[in-house]
């Protein structure tokens, strides 16, 4: 019989392409990665493995094993989702994680709700970004995770998850108080400014730089932080302008015009990501739907 957690890394390895990258998506040491696919091989008696460089290339083997992986994995989840069914009550422990303006914006509500519904339901709540989160998810480190998705920067699907669109939010021009922009603006009116940009965000500065140059122009980035905190006091002392997500404008106070910007449209999508078969699992399911409900209008 193969062991899951063993298809479980192949998959990563597959996606991955390197030992190293799939043993910190699942938690494991590049040792402990080799070991338990060096048992893999032994168990289907057929090499999996080609070293070529730093990086290994799976064998035609090993290809259609992963192949049957995405779907045994998703099988034994929805059979480990309908015995926990039988149960007839939500108990036990739900990994759940969020990106940080998730986190604070909605995520608290959520699991007042689910401690509120369902006391013997646990939720561990992690900060993690989308990358980390999927992958997170994927490898079985964690149950459920929010994450986003540029719409000028879409991501490619995952395989053995599931992504649920929850809901989609503009991304605002952050102006100093006096900068006298109309209701709306496009990149183009704002060329010739200073721009404030995340430091560590690669997705948002990435967005950032297409949107700009879908406008004509390349943007001039005198600041960078990863604090949204700082990036608003940036722009309110008239240092600059900034691209931000809605979500991460609505608990800051500092004196900024925000405006949506039309030319080109800028948004960003919420999802809430499960393994393929494990939505119907009553203790992630119960969390889930706290998610949804925590964040209808």
């Known amino acids: 019989m193969l062991e899951p957690r063993r298809l479980r890394l192949l998959r990563e390895l597959a996606s991955r ?11 494991y040491t590049p040792s402990g990665v080799s070991q338990q696919l060096a ?13 070529a460089g730093r990086r290994v290339a799976l064998t035609t083997a090993a290809r259609v094993l992963v192949d049957h992986a995405e779907r045994v994995l998703a099988e034994l989840e929805a059979a480990e989702a309908a015995l926990a ?8 422990t739900v990994g759940l994680a969020a990106f ?22 646990r939720v561990i709540l992690s900060e993690l970004e989308t990358d980390e989160a999927v992958a997170a998810v994927r490898s079985g480190g964690i149950d459920l995770a929010l994450v986003y998705e540029y719409a000028v920067l879409p991501r490619v699907a995952e395989p053995g998850a599931d992504v649920e669109p929850l809901f989609t939010e503009p991304l605002l021009a952050a102006l100093p108080s006096g900068h006298g922009a109309p209701e709306q603006v496009s990149l183009a009116m704002l060329r010739d400014q200073a721009w404030i940009a995340p430091h560590s965000d690669t997705a948002l500065r990435a967005v950032l730089d ?3 140059g879908l406008a004509g122009f390349a943007p001039t980035v005198d600041y960078a932080s990863d604090d949204y905190t700082v990036i608003v006091a940036l722009v309110a002392a008239g240092l600059g302008v900034a691209l931000l997500p809605r979500l991460a404008t609505e608990a800051l106070s500092a004196d900024v015009q925000l405006r949506p910007v039309l030319d080109p449209p800028l948004t960003r999508t919420i999802s809430l990501v499960t393994r ?3 939505a119907g699992n009553p203790p992630i399911a119960a969390v889930a739907a706290a998610i949804r409900s925590a964040v209808e209008p």
């Open 85 to 92: 069914g039988l149960a007839g009550s939500v108990r036990g």
């Open 17 to 27: 392409g390197t030992i190293a990258a799939t043993a910190q998506a699942c938690g």
């Open 210 to 212: 297409r949107a700009c």
């Open 39 to 51: 048992l893999l091989e032994r168990e289907v008696r057929t090499p999996l493995l080609v070293r």
């Open 100 to 121: 940080p303006t998730a986190a604070a914006a909605f995520v608290p509500a959520a699991i007042a709700r689910c401690r509120a519904e369902h006391p013997d339901l």
């Open 276 to 278: 393929k078969g494990s």
